[in-house]
């Protein structure tokens, strides 16, 4: 073994003992094992900086604003309510989740098959009252085990494909995969429903105001209109979309308030006074089509700049205090809706327009982002901290959904690169304002790109000093000494714990030559050591950085490096327990 492999083994043990203890943030320990692998001379100067342009880092972060563009449209919230408005157990939600991405994984890219599925996961999180954490890594591990079915579910399997080819004058075809992806498939579904309680409940450590912030008793306005969908709908349906979170106070028809029973009728018309969360109410509106009844449309005149909703309080010196909104002519004067009112200790029931301000009051004022900080300070209002508020936003209904679905198509036809296919993605998201610019880079979620930025050199410092062949000729040495279904094992398990600092791709690459030779060595047919590479490379579940499906939950799940092998290590087991014996049925060795 020369100094160089040795140096490039020890930055990465210290940088995997590191990562496992927790007590550093991932993006931390990556910025410090790269500056240590380039001092040490593992990683060349001039390559020290290539894994920002990598497209990992492309896809993943082109993935999130993909994915957050999808959430904020409200169109997941309402394919939960109507396919499955009433399930609430949360072993119920996590096998819906799993077994639907599972399946759409194989048949395309598993990490867009992830980013659909993403925000159903915080719907059905909000639901039960349950972190995210608990649905986001099994579904990263079902799109895993999914892309394992087809040809086209992940890329190891196109690659080891190429390789037979190239080495036996014949291509795995589409379904070749099936038979051992779908056994191990179904096998893993089961374990991931019967035992995701392993899976550490996190919050995210960088606490969102979102969170920090919690204001239940909002009052809003909203009018039946002609478009609505809850027009001869009862009470009970109106507000089932808010799952408890909000309230119909009172119903406005013919400027008369009539009681809200849970089976009164609504009618064209109707004004309804809502109280709860912010989220809930948006799911009252959004849900039923009604129109927030100050909700009045700006101008277009603003280019690109954002309509935006913002939460302040009242203060002492405001000269709000004492007058309504309607009093003010807030939108005639100032182009600003009220949109809501929120006051300690005292139930609203009048008409948002006709409350007078108090001091401590809680208002949601909607209006140009170039427009409310000074407004604000005019009226003698606190901003709250910045969260997103999405209640009379502006939706772009189908939009981001066909982005994304476009994007998956383009990829699943080989007319576009991933990289390529879900960047283009983002921008559309961008340029459609499916997403506002203001939301753009916090989507991106810096920490984890510069995290997996970080780590590409120091991983591929492995191949680069010939620490990869150093492991091929270890493990062909012990292969002839073990019987066939030992062998086979030792493939797989060799392809698992080399991912993690190869791309899948590479890591086929490396191991399906070695596999190959002493396969033909042994005297063996070498289809199932070939698939036995593509299972390993496409089967990473102990770490966040062996594919970009795992990468992609690490932020919104909040979890840490060494959660990931508390879930993964039995499945990982149960993998190979399971995969050796099937090759062995499917793709006889003789």
């Not at 496992?20 to 900086?49: E, T």
């Not at 129109?291 to 009045?296: A, N, Q, W």
């Not at 493990?475 to 993690?500: D, K």
Request: proline residues 5%; neutral net charge.
């Amino acid at each position: 073994m020369t100094t160089q492999q040795i140096l490039s083994f020890t930055v990465i043990a210290l940088m995997m003992a590191a990562f496992i203890s927790g007590r550093f943030r991932y993006d931390v320990v990556a910025m410090c094992s790269l500056l240590v692998a380039v001092l040490v001379g593992v990683v060349p100067y001039k390559d020290a900086f290539r894994g920002f342009s990598d497209e990992i880092v492309i896809i993943v972060g082109s993935a999130l604003v993909v994915s957050a563009g999808v959430a904020r449209s409200g169109l997941m919230e309402a394919a939960v309510q109507r396919f499955v408005p009433s399930l609430s157990s949360v072993r119920a939600q996590l096998a819906v989740l799993v077994i639907v991405v599972t399946i759409l994984s194989a048949f395309v890219k598993n990490i867009g098959a992830l980013a659909i599925m993403i925000p159903i996961a915080f719907q059905f999180a909000r639901r039960s009252n349950v972190s995210p954490s608990v649905f986001l890594m099994p579904m990263s591990f079902g799109a895993l085990l999914g892309g394992l079915m087809t040809q086209i579910g992940t890329s190891p399997n196109i690659v080891v494909s190429r390789i037979r080819a190239d080495m036996v004058g014949e291509s795995f075809t589409m379904f070749d995969f099936t038979p051992v992806g779908a056994t191990l498939a179904a096998v893993g579904i089961i374990y991931l429903v019967l035992f995701y309680w392993l899976v550490p409940v996190r919050t995210r450590e960088d606490i969102s105001a979102d969170e920090a912030i919690e204001i239940r008793n909002y009052v809003s306005e909203a009018t039946v209109a002609k478009e609505s969908t809850v027009i001869g709908k009862s009470m009970s349906d109106v507000v089932k979309p808010a799952e408890g979170g909000a309230v119909v106070t009172s119903i406005i028809r013919n400027e008369r308030h009539v009681t809200p029973l849970p089976d009164t009728k609504l009618a064209e018309g109707d004004i309804l006074i809502l109280q709860g969360d912010p989220k809930a109410l948006d799911a009252i509106v959004t849900s039923g089509k009604l129109k927030l009844s100050r909700d009045r449309s700006h101008s277009e005149s603003g280019g690109l700049a954002e309509i935006d909703s913002i939460e302040a309080v009242v203060g002492d010196t405001s000269p709000l205090i004492g007058l309504s909104a309607r009093e003010l002519a807030l939108f005639d004067r100032y182009d600003v809706n009220l949109l809501a009112i929120s006051r300690q200790g005292e139930r609203i029931k009048d008409r948002l327009g006709e409350v007078r301000f108090q001091l401590g009051d809680v208002i949601v004022l909607q209006g140009r982002d170039s427009v409310l900080p000074n407004l604000l300070r005019e009226f003698g209002c606190l901003p709250l901290a910045k969260r997103t508020i999405l209640l009379g936003s502006v939706r772009r209904g189908l939009v981001p959904l066909l982005i994304l679905l476009a994007a998956i198509g383009v990829t699943a036809f080989s007319l576009l690169p991933v990289s390529i296919a879900f960047f283009a993605a983002a921008v559309a998201m961008v340029l459609f304002k499916a997403i506002p610019l203001r939301d753009l880079y916090t989507a991106i979620d810096g920490p984890i790109l510069v995290m997996l930025a970080a780590l590409i050199p120091v991983s591929d410092a492995l191949r680069t000093t010939g620490g990869t062949d150093l492991i091929g000729h270890f493990l062909t040495q012990i292969a002839h000494q073990l019987p066939p279904f030992a062998a086979l094992a030792l493939i797989l398990i060799a392809a698992m714990a080399v991912t993690p600092f190869l791309n899948n791709a590479a890591t086929v690459l490396v191991m399906a030559p070695i596999a190959t030779s002493f396969a033909t060595g042994l005297g063996f047919r070498p289809e199932a050591f070939l698939m036995a590479v593509a299972i390993g490379a496409g089967c990473d579940f102990l770490t966040p950085i062996g594919h970009q499906c795992n990468t992609l939950v690490m932020g919104p799940g909040g979890y840490k490096f060494n959660d990931y092998p508390k879930l993964g290590l039995p499945l990982s087991l149960i993998i190979v327990l399971t995969a050796v014996p099937a090759l062995m049925l499917f793709w006889p060795l003789k």
